[in-house]
C-alpha cells in the first residue's frame, strides 16, 4: 500500500528473515527458520522461496561466474564508477572493485542485488551511506560517494567507498607474529575508531575479525556497516531495523541480548561485548564460547547457560589484569561490562602503563547467584547438604586460592623474565650503537663494523642504516685485481684507467663496468706514473719501484687508448717517472722523476725531450691547470714551480719546508692545494704567491688532493685510507669518505662534480656521493640556526636564525640549499628583522612562512624571494605554521594570542585564542588539521580545536619550565612535547593525558620530530646531542654528537631518508639515514645472510613500492658476502648435534656461499664438510673434508669429522685411520681445553 514501509508487512519480514538465514551454516537454516517462523507456515514458505530462488541463482559465494547478477557487471559503469571486478558480497549486496576518473582512484563499490531492490530495501542500502558519511575517522572505510541510477535493470543503488588493501585482523596478528603488547596497541586503534562511531550514534553489531582490515602500514580499518543501528533518534537515520526474535550479526561474536534478538537492549555494550570476544580470540587463539556450526537454539542454551571459559585458563600467559578487563567486557549480562568502548580503551591503556585497572573477576557472591537462578530446585534441595561442607569446601576453596595466587606468580616471574630480557636485547643494541659511533668519531672503521654486525638485527632502524652509511659509505665500482697505485679518467668519463701494483696498466668501461683490455709493462714492479691524454686516445704510464735510487724503473710507454697495444715509449729520465701529465692539446706530455727534473715531451714534433726545471730533490707531481695555461710541479725538496705553457717560464715559486708529495689546480686556475708526506695539506696563491695551511689534516701521508668543481672545497686522500672533504678558504673538514680497507692512493672526479672516484691498495675504484656521507655540513650561518624546514619534493631545505653577529643593526636572514648540489639557491634577508625564530614550507607549494620578533609572519615565495603576504601582530612572534593542506596559518604571539589565518589572504579566521594568562610558545597542526597543540613559556601544553577556536583541553604540571618543542605523530594519535626542564612527555591527542612518565634527559630538549613512519623520535637537546629514540615503548636508540652545541632546529625530510637540523653552532646538517631499499636490505643480511635468501625476502616484502624493490634487488646483489661471517655461523650449527634438518640445510648453503668468497680455502672446506655431515649429505661430508688441503690435515675438528662420516658410510678402515691420526693430534696435549673439540669427541663411539 501506498505510505506503508514494506518491513512492516510480511513481505519485508521475509526478507528480513531471509537475509538472516543466509548467515547460517546451510545445514542449520532449516532450524533456525522452525524457531523464528513459529507455526506461520506463510512467513515460512516465503523465506523458502527465497532460498530457493537464491540456490538457483548459484548462491551469492559461489563467484561471479556463478552469479548472473555480479557477472552482468563487469565492465559495465554505474554512474562515474567503471566496475573492474567482484571482490565481496553479502545478503544485501554485491561489492566490486571500481574505478572512478575523477579524481582517478580505485574504490570498492557496493551495489544493491537486483532481486532485493524494492523501495524498503533501498532505504536501507542508502541508510547505511548516511550512517558512513557521518563517520570520519582514520580506522574507518571512507564513503566517497552514493545514490540510485538508472541502469538497463533499472533504478540501482550504490555505495563507493575507499578501497581497503590489507588482511583480516586475525590473519594480520598471526602473519606478523604480535605478542601481546603488539595486540592491545593495534586493538586500541579498532577501539578508537569503533568509540568514533558510537560518539556518533552509531552501534555497528557485526565486529568479527573478519570486518576488520589491518593495512600493510599497522592501520586497521572497520568495515561493514550495513547491519549497523542508529541510537540517536536526532540522527533521522536507521539502518535495517530489527524486529524482535529477527538475528543479526554473525552468531560467534554476538551478545547474548543480541542473540536472543531483545532489540530493546541493544546499545554500545553489544558492541563492547564483540570487541571483548574479538580480543579474547586474538589473545587465546580460541573463542570464550564456540557456537560457530551450532543450531540457532542451541546457540542460545549455550550462551544463556554457560559463562564464558576464563582467559586465565586458555591462555594463562596472559597477565591477570589483562584477563580482568577481556572478562569484564565479555559479562553475559551487559549492565556488568564496561559502559563504552572508550571505558575498554581506558583500562587496556592502564593495563599497558602498568597501572592498576577498573575490571576486577566476579565476586563468588556474584557467580553464586546466577548459579542459583539457573538452578532453583537443585540449590533448595542441596541446601542442607551445602551446610555439612561449608569447612571442606572451605578448605578446598583455600587450596584453589593459593594455587591460582601461584599460578598467577609464576605467570608474573615469567613475563618480568621475559621483560628483563627484551630490555636487556635492547640495552645491547643501543651500546653497540654507541660504541659504533664512538669508533667511527675515532675513524676507527674496524671495531665500528664490529659494533654494527653485533647489533640485534630485529631491533635495527634508521640510526642502524646511518650508522652504516657512515661506515663505507662507497659504491665498489671496479676490482683491479692488484693493488691500485695510480689512477686517470678518461675526459668524457666512460672509461677510467688504473695503474697496478703488478706493474700492469687495465682499462674499465665505467658504465658496464666491464674490463676493456690490459698491458703488462714488463716487470714486477709497479705503475708509479699513469696519465690520458685529452684527446688523440693515449695514454702515458712508467714503471718504478717504491723507493728511488733501487734501479728499478723503465721508459715512459705509450699505450694506445683504444685497445693497450704499445704505440711508442720515451726515454731520458736516469730514475723512477713518479708522474705524468698531458697538455691541454694532448700533444705534449710533461714527466716528474726521482731524477729531480721535471721534463717536456713533444709527441708530434719529435724533438728531444727538455728539462724545464730541477728541484733538489725527488719529483713527486706534475699538474696542468684545466684549462692548459699553467703547469706545476712539486717535490720532495719543498718546492713549487708553476711555469706559462706559452713559453715554459717559471712564473712563480713557492718554498716550503715540507715534503711534498701531491698536487692540484683550483678550476679557474688561480688556486693549488699540496699535499705532504707527513699528512699536511696546504692552500697556495698562484698569483700572490702567498701559502696557507688547512686548519685539518690527515693521520699519515697524503697520496693525491683535487679540488671539487665549484672550486670551494678540495678532496684529499691518504694513507690513513679516508677521503677528506676540506671546505675553503680555512680548509676545515666538512665531511670524510670512510669504507676503503688500505691507503688510497688516486682520486678523480665525475658526473659533474657530484661523483668521487678513488683508486686504492685495497684494489677497488670506489665511486663516492658528494650527497651521502652519511652527515653533511652545508653552508653554515654567522650566528645560531633556529629553524629548518624542507620543501615538499624534498629538493630545498630552508635554514634561519638572528642577524650576523659581527653586523650591529643587521637584519636576519633565510638560507635556501639546494640539497641536490649542496649550494645555497638564494639568500632572503628579511629587513628589519633581528631575529627568525622559526620557518615552514607549506606542504603541497614552494612557499614558506617565517615568524620573527619585529616583522611579524611572513610567506614568501622560494622561487623568486619575493614577500607575498604579510601577517602583521601587535608582538614579537615566536612560531608561525602551516596546517596539513597548506590553507591555514597559525601563530603564536607575545601578546598571548594564538592566532589562525587565511594563508591566501592573510585573513583572520579565528578570534585570537588565549588561555589565561599563559605565554604560547610554539604550535603544531593535527594531521587531519581540526586540532592545534600549542606549548607555553612556564610549563604549559593545550590542545585546541582548530576550526572553532574551542579550547579541548589543557595540561600544567608535567613540564616545570618552559616548553620548546611540539609535534605530532604521523597517524595523529600521539603528540610529544619537549622543554627547558630537560623533558619529553609522549601524550595522548586524543585527550591529551600522559602516555607515560616524563622522559628526562641530561640537558633542555628544543626541538622534537616524528620520522615519516612514526617508527623514530628525533630530538634536539641543548647539549649539541641528536637523539633518536623508538616510539613503542620510548626507549633511546642512540645519541648523535656533531654539533658543538644547542640544536634548535629538526626535521624529518619528507621520505624519511635524511634529518636535518640546525643548531646553534651555526651549522645547517644534513643526517641520512639511506633509502627505505637500504635499510631493508641491511635488516634482512642482518637476518638471512645470504643473497638468494635476502631476494626471495624483497621480491615477497608488501612493504616495497616496486621501484624501492627493484633498488633494493640491485642493492642484494651488488653486496659482498662477509664469508668470515657465513663461515662463523655455519660452524656454530655444525658443532651441535640435534639440530633441525632446516638448520644444517641453511649451515651448508652459508658454508657453500663462504667458500665461494673465499675459493680454496682449507678451513672453509672443514665447515662445509662438518656441514654436509650434519645434513647426512655423507658422500659430499667426505669429498669436501678428504679435499682440505695440508693446511688442515692436522686440524683434529677435520679428523673427528672424517671419523664420523667414515662411520656413517661404512667404511670403518678409514674410520680407524682417521681416529688413530686424531689419538696423534690429541696426545699432544694442544687440544685440551677446547671445549668445542671435546663435545665432538664425546660423539665418537668408545674404544671398547
Known amino acids: 500500500m501506498p505510505g506503508t514501509d514494506e518491513s512492516d508487512t510480511g513481505l519485508g519480514r521475509a526478507r528480513d528473515l531471509f537475509l538472516?538465514?543466509?548467515?547460517?551454516?546451510?545445514?542449520?537454516?532449516?532450524?533456525?527458520?522452525?524457531?523464528?517462523?513459529?507455526?506461520?507456515?506463510?512467513?515460512?514458505?516465503?523465506?523458502?522461496?527465497?532460498?530457493?530462488?537464491?540456490?538457483?541463482?548459484?548462491?551469492?559465494?559461489?563467484?561471479?561466474?556463478?552469479?548472473?547478477?555480479?557477472?552482468?557487471?563487469?565492465?559495465?559503469?554505474?554512474?562515474?564508477?567503471?566496475?573492474?571486478?567482484?571482490?565481496?558480497?553479502?545478503?544485501?549486496?554485491l561489492v566490486f572493485e571500481a574505478r572512478q576518473e575523477r579524481p582517478r582512484r580505485t574504490v570498492a563499490l557496493k551495489l544493491l542485488r537486483p532481486e532485493l531492490a524494492d523501495e524498503g530495501m533501498r532505504r536501507r542500502f542508502e541508510g547505511e551511506a548516511e550512517l558512513l558519511g557521518m563517520l570520519k575517522h582514520e580506522g574507518i572505510a571512507r564513503i566517497f560517494g552514493a545514490g540510485t541510477v538508472e541502469t538497463e535493470l533499472g533504478p540501482?543503488?550504490?555505495?563507493?567507498?575507499?578501497?581497503?588493501?590489507?588482511?583480516?585482523?586475525?590473519?594480520?596478528?598471526?602473519?606478523?607474529?604480535?605478542?601481546?603488547?603488539?595486540?592491545?596497541?593495534?586493538?586500541?586503534?579498532?577501539?578508537?575508531?569503533?568509540?568514533?562511531?558510537?560518539?556518533?550514534?552509531?552501534?555497528?553489531?557485526?565486529?568479527?575479525?573478519?570486518?576488520?582490515?589491518?593495512?600493510?602500514?599497522?592501520?586497521?580499518?572497520?568495515?561493514?556497516?550495513?547491519?549497523?543501528?542508529?541510537?540517536?533518534?536526532?540522527?533521522?537515520?536507521?539502518?535495517?531495523?530489527?524486529?524482535?526474535?529477527?538475528?543479526?550479526?554473525?552468531?560467534?561474536?554476538?551478545?547474548?541480548?543480541?542473540?536472543?534478538?531483545?532489540?530493546?537492549?541493544?546499545?554500545?555494550?553489544?558492541?563492547?561485548?564483540?570487541?571483548?570476544?574479538?580480543?579474547?580470540?586474538?589473545?587465546?587463539?580460541?573463542?570464550?564460547?564456540?557456537?560457530?556450526?551450532?543450531?540457532?537454539?542451541?546457540?542460545?542454551?549455550?550462551?544463556?547457560?554457560?559463562?564464558?571459559?576464563?582467559?586465565?585458563?586458555?591462555?594463562?600467559?596472559?597477565?591477570?589484569?589483562?584477563?580482568?578487563?577481556?572478562?569484564?567486557?565479555?559479562?553475559?549480562?551487559?549492565?556488568?561490562?564496561?559502559?563504552?568502548?572508550?571505558?575498554?580503551?581506558?583500562?587496556?591503556?592502564?593495563?599497558l602503563s602498568d597501572e592498576p585497572v577498573h575490571a576486577r573477576p566476579p565476586s563468588m557472591l556474584y557467580q553464586f547467584r546466577l548459579f542459583a537462578r539457573r538452578n532453583r530446585v537443585l540449590v533448595g534441595g542441596v541446601l542442607g547438604i551445602f551446610l555439612t561442607l561449608v569447612a571442606g569446601v572451605v578448605l578446598t576453596i583455600s587450596g584453589q586460592m593459593r594455587e591460582r595466587a601461584l599460578r598467577r606468580e609464576a605467570q608474573g616471574l615469567q613475563r618480568s623474565a621475559e621483560e628483563a630480557l627484551e630490555r636487556s636485547r635492547f640495552e645491547a643494541y643501543a651500546a653497540n650503537l654507541?660504541?659504533?659511533?664512538?669508533?667511527?668519531?675515532?675513524?676507527?672503521?674496524?671495531?665500528?663494523?664490529?659494533?654494527?654486525?653485533?647489533?640485534?638485527?630485529?631491533?635495527?632502524?634508521?640510526?642502524?642504516?646511518?650508522?652504516?652509511?657512515?661506515?663505507?659509505?662507497?659504491?665498489?665500482?671496479?676490482?683491479?685485481?692488484?693493488?691500485?697505485?695510480?689512477?686517470?679518467?678518461?675526459?668524457?668519463?666512460?672509461?677510467v684507467v688504473t695503474g697496478g701494483t703488478d706493474c700492469s696498466v687495465r682499462a674499465f668501461d665505467l658504465a658496464t663496468r666491464e674490463l676493456l683490455w690490459t698491458a703488462d709493462l714488463g716487470q714486477n714492479f709497479t705503475v708509479r706514473g699513469l696519465a690520458v691524454a685529452p684527446t688523440g686516445g693515449l695514454v702515458a704510464a712508467a714503471r718504478g719501484s717504491w723507493y728511488a735510487g733501487r734501479g728499478g724503473y723503465g721508459p715512459i710507454k705509450l699505450l694506445s687508448l683504444a685497445d693497450g697495444n704499445e704505440v711508442g715509449e720515451l726515454t731520458g729520465h736516469r730514475d723512477v717517472v713518479q708522474a705524468l701529465s698531458f697538455s691541454h692539446s694532448g700533444t705534449m706530455l710533461v714527466s716528474g722523476s726521482s731524477d729531480r727534473t721535471v721534463r717536456l715531451w713533444d709527441l708530434e714534433g719529435g724533438r728531444e725531450p727538455r728539462v724545464l726545471a730541477e728541484h733538489g730533490s725527488d719529483v713527486s707531481d706534475v699538474r696542468f691547470s684545466d684549462d692548459g695555461r699553467w703547469l706545476a710541479s712539486c717535490g720532495w725538496d719543498g718546492r713549487v714551480f708553476i711555469f706559462d705553457s706559452a713559453d715554459w717560464r717559471v712564473v712563480q715559486r713557492f718554498e716550503l719546508d715540507e715534503r711534498l708529495t701531491c698536487l692540484a689546480f683550483s678550476p679557474d686556475g688561480e688556486e693549488l692545494a699540496a699535499g705532504t708526506w707527513d699528512g699536511r695539506l696546504l692552500l697556495l696563491d698562484r698569483r700572490t704567491g702567498s701559502s696557507s695551511y688547512f686548519e685539518d689534516r690527515h693521520h699519515k701521508s697524503v697520496k693525491a688532493v683535487r679540488f671539487t668543481a665549484d672550486g670551494r672545497s678540495v678532496l684529499s686522500a691518504g694513507w690513513d685510507k679516508l677521503i677528506q672533504i676540506h671546505r675553503l678558504p680555512r680548509g676545515t673538514t666538512d665531511g670524510v669518505f670512510l669504507g676503503a680497507t688500505d691507503p688510497v692512493t688516486s682520486l678523480a672526479i665525475e658526473d659533474g662534480g657530484?661523483?668521487?672516484?678513488?683508486?686504492?691498495?685495497?684494489?677497488w675504484v670506489r665511486g663516492w656521493r658528494m650527497e651521502t656521507q652519511g652527515v653533511r655540513k652545508l653552508e653554515p650561518h654567522d650566528a645560531w640556526v633556529y629553524a629548518v624546514s624542507a620543501?615538499?619534493?624534498?629538493?630545498?631545505?630552508?635554514?634561519?636564525?638572528?642577524?650576523?653577529?659581527?653586523?650591529?643593526?643587521?637584519?636576519?636572514?633565510?638560507?635556501?640549499?639546494?640539497?641536490?648540489?649542496?649550494?645555497?639557491?638564494?639568500?632572503?634577508?628579511?629587513?628589519?628583522?633581528?631575529?627568525?625564530?622559526?620557518?615552514?614550507?607549506?606542504?603541497?607549494?614552494?612557499?614558506?612562512?617565517?615568524?620573527?620578533?619585529?616583522?611579524?609572519?611572513?610567506?614568501?615565495?622560494?622561487?623568486?624571494?619575493?614577500?607575498?603576504?604579510?601577517?602583521?601582530?601587535?608582538?614579537?612572534?615566536?612560531?608561525?605554521?602551516?596546517?596539513?593542506?597548506?590553507?591555514?596559518?597559525?601563530?603564536?604571539?607575545?601578546?598571548?594570542?594564538?592566532?589562525?589565518?587565511?594563508?591566501?589572504?592573510?585573513?583572520?579566521?579565528?578570534?585570537?585564542?588565549?588561555?589565561?594568562?599563559?605565554?604560547?610558545?610554539?604550535?603544531?597542526?593535527?594531521?587531519?588539521?581540526?586540532?592545534?597543540?600549542?606549548t607555553y613559556y612556564g610549563g604549559a601544553v593545550a590542545l585546541w580545536d582548530a576550526t572553532d577556536g574551542s579550547l579541548l583541553a589543557g595540561r600544567v604540571g608535567q613540564h616545570r619550565l618552559d616548553v620548546y618543542g611540539v609535534d605530532f605523530s604521523p597517524?595523529?594519535?600521539?603528540?610529544?612535547?619537549?622543554?627547558?626542564?630537560?623533558?619529553?612527555?609522549?601524550?595522548?591527542?586524543?585527550?591529551?593525558?600522559?602516555?607515560?612518565?616524563?622522559?628526562?634527559?641530561?640537558?633542555?630538549?628544543?626541538?622534537?620530530?616524528?620520522?615519516?613512519?612514526?617508527?623514530?623520535?628525533?630530538?634536539?637537546?641543548?647539549?649539541?646531542?641528536?637523539?633518536?629514540?623508538?616510539?613503542?615503548?620510548?626507549?633511546?636508540?642512540?645519541?648523535?654528537?656533531?654539533?658543538?652545541?644547542?640544536?634548535?632546529?629538526?626535521?624529518?625530510g619528507p621520505t624519511g631518508r635524511l634529518l636535518f637540523t640546525g643548531g646553534a653552532d651555526g651549522e645547517v646538517r644534513v643526517w641520512d639515514g639511506g633509502s627505505a631499499a637500504e635499510r631493508e636490505v641491511d635488516r634482512l643480511f642482518g637476518k638471512l645472510q645470504l643473497t638468494d635468501d635476502v631476494l626471495a625476502a624483497i621480491a615477497s616484502d608488501p612493504r616495497l613500492g616496486e621501484e624501492e624493490r627493484a633498488?633494493?634487488?640491485?642493492?642484494?646483489?651488488?653486496?659482498?658476502?662477509?664469508?668470515?661471517?657465513?663461515?662463523?655461523?655455519?660452524?656454530?650449527?655444525?658443532?651441535?648435534?640435534?639440530?633441525?634438518?632446516?638448520?644444517?640445510?641453511?649451515?651448508?648453503?652459508?658454508?657453500?656461499?663462504?667458500?665461494?668468497?673465499?675459493?680454496?680455502?682449507?678451513?672453509?672446506?672443514?665447515?662445509?664438510?662438518?656441514?654436509?655431515?650434519?645434513?647426512?649429505?655423507?658422500?659430499?661430508?667426505?669429498?669436501?673434508?678428504?679435499?682440505?688441503?695440508?693446511?688442515?690435515?692436522d686440524n683434529p675438528f677435520r679428523c673427528a669429522f672424517l671419523t664420523l662420516t667414515s662411520i656413517a658410510l661404512g667404511d670403518h678402515a678409514a674410520a680407524d685411520r682417521e681416529a688413530a691420526h686424531l689419538r696423534e693430534l690429541l696426545d699432544s696435549g694442544a687440544w685440551d681445553s677446547d671445549a668445542g673439540l671435546l663435545k665432538l669427541l664425546e660423539e665418537l663411539p668408545s674404544e671398547e
Open 791 to 934: 620543501s615538499a619534493d624534498g629538493r630545498t631545505l630552508a635554514s634561519a636564525g638572528p642577524a650576523a653577529k659581527d653586523t650591529p643593526g643587521g637584519s636576519a636572514y633565510v638560507k635556501l640549499h639546494d640539497l641536490d648540489s649542496g649550494e645555497v639557491r638564494r639568500r632572503i634577508t628579511v629587513q628589519g628583522e633581528s631575529t627568525i625564530w622559526s620557518l615552514e614550507f607549506a606542504p603541497d607549494a614552494d612557499v614558506f612562512v617565517t615568524a620573527g620578533t619585529r616583522t611579524g609572519a611572513i610567506v614568501w615565495d622560494a622561487g623568486t624571494g619575493e614577500e607575498l603576504l604579510r601577517l602583521a601582530h601587535g608582538d614579537a612572534l615566536r612560531c608561525a605554521t602551516f596546517d596539513p593542506a597548506g590553507k591555514r596559518i597559525a601563530t603564536t604571539c607575545h601578546d598571548l594570542g594564538v592566532r589562525v589565518f587565511d594563508a591566501k589572504t592573510g585573513a583572520l579566521l579565528l578570534l585570537p585564542m588565549v588561555w589565561d594568562r599563559w605565554r604560547p610558545y610554539a604550535a603544531c597542526f593535527s594531521p587531519d588539521g581540526t586540532r592545534l597543540a600549542v
Open 156 to 351: 540501482q543503488s550504490y555505495l563507493a567507498m575507499e578501497r581497503i588493501e590489507g588482511k583480516a585482523l586475525r590473519d594480520f596478528v598471526e602473519s606478523e607474529g604480535l605478542g601481546v603488547v603488539a595486540i592491545v596497541r593495534l586493538f586500541l586503534r579498532v577501539c578508537a575508531a569503533v568509540q568514533h562511531a558510537h560518539d556518533r550514534g552509531v552501534i555497528h553489531r557485526d565486529l568479527k575479525p573478519g570486518n576488520v582490515l589491518v593495512e600493510d602500514s599497522g592501520q586497521p580499518k572497520v568495515l561493514d556497516f550495513g547491519v549497523a543501528r542508529a541510537v540517536n533518534a536526532d540522527l533521522e537515520v536507521e539502518s535495517r531495523r530489527t524486529e524482535a526474535g529477527q538475528l543479526v550479526g554473525t552468531m560467534a561474536y554476538m551478545s547474548p541480548e543480541q542473540l536472543r534478538g531483545e532489540s530493546d537492549k541493544l546499545s554500545v555494550q553489544t558492541d563492547v561485548y564483540s570487541l571483548g570476544v574479538i580480543l579474547y580470540q586474538l589473545l587465546a587463539g580460541v573463542l570464550p564460547l564456540d557456537v560457530r556450526g551450532k543450531s540457532f537454539p542451541e546457540a542460545i542454551r549455550i550462551l544463556g547457560d554457560r559463562d564464558p571459559i576464563p582467559l586465565a585458563e586458555t591462555a594463562p600467559e596472559v597477565a591477570p589484569d589483562l584477563a580482568a578487563v577481556v572478562g569484564k567486557a565479555i559479562e553475559r549480562e551487559p549492565e556488568r561490562r564496561y559502559e563504552s568502548v572508550a571505558q575498554l580503551a581506558e583500562d587496556l591503556r592502564r593495563f
Open 20 to 93: 538472516a538465514a543466509l548467515q547460517q551454516p546451510e545445514g542449520e537454516r532449516a532450524a533456525f527458520l522452525d524457531v523464528e517462523c513459529a507455526g506461520d507456515g506463510v512467513l515460512r514458505s516465503e523465506v523458502d522461496s527465497l532460498l530457493a530462488s537464491y540456490n538457483r541463482a548459484g548462491g551469492f559465494l559461489e563467484g561471479s561466474a556463478g552469479d548472473p547478477a555480479a557477472a552482468f557487471w563487469i565492465g559495465r559503469s554505474v554512474g562515474e564508477y567503471e566496475i573492474l571486478a567482484l571482490i565481496g558480497r553479502g545478503g544485501m549486496g
Open 971 to 1052: 597517524d595523529g594519535r600521539v603528540l610529544v612535547t619537549s622543554g627547558r626542564d630537560h623533558r619529553i612527555q609522549p601524550w595522548s591527542a586524543a585527550r591529551l593525558l600522559p602516555l607515560c612518565a616524563p622522559i628526562e634527559t641530561s640537558s633542555s630538549v628544543l626541538g622534537v620530530a616524528f620520522s615519516p613512519d612514526g617508527e623514530r623520535l628525533a630530538v634536539g637537546d641543548e647539549a649539541g646531542l641528536l637523539r633518536l629514540f623508538e616510539t613503542r615503548g620510548w626507549r633511546q636508540t642512540i645519541a648523535l654528537h656533531g654539533h658543538r652545541s644547542g640544536i634548535h632546529g629538526v626535521e624529518y
Open 754 to 763: 657530484r661523483r668521487v672516484l678513488s683508486g686504492g691498495l685495497d684494489g
Open 434 to 495: 654507541a660504541a659504533a659511533e664512538g669508533s667511527l668519531m675515532a675513524l676507527d672503521v674496524v671495531n665500528a663494523r664490529m659494533s654494527l654486525e653485533q647489533a640485534e638485527p630485529r631491533l635495527r632502524g634508521w640510526e642502524w642504516t646511518h650508522l652504516r652509511l657512515r661506515l663505507d659509505q662507497s659504491d665498489p665500482l671496479l676490482e683491479n685485481g692488484t693493488g691500485i697505485e695510480s689512477m686517470a679518467l678518461t675526459r668524457d668519463a666512460t672509461a
Open 1111 to 1193: 633498488r633494493a634487488v640491485e642493492l642484494a646483489k651488488a653486496r659482498r658476502l662477509d664469508a668470515e661471517e657465513l663461515a662463523s655461523r655455519a660452524w656454530r650449527v655444525a658443532l651441535n648435534p640435534g639440530l633441525s634438518p632446516e638448520d644444517y640445510a641453511v649451515a651448508v648453503r652459508q658454508a657453500s656461499a663462504a667458500l665461494r668468497e673465499r675459493a680454496g680455502g682449507d678451513a672453509m672446506r672443514v665447515v662445509l664438510g662438518a656441514a654436509l655431515y650434519r645434513a647426512e649429505r655423507f658422500q659430499e661430508a667426505r669429498a669436501e673434508l678428504e679435499g682440505a688441503g695440508a693446511e688442515a690435515r
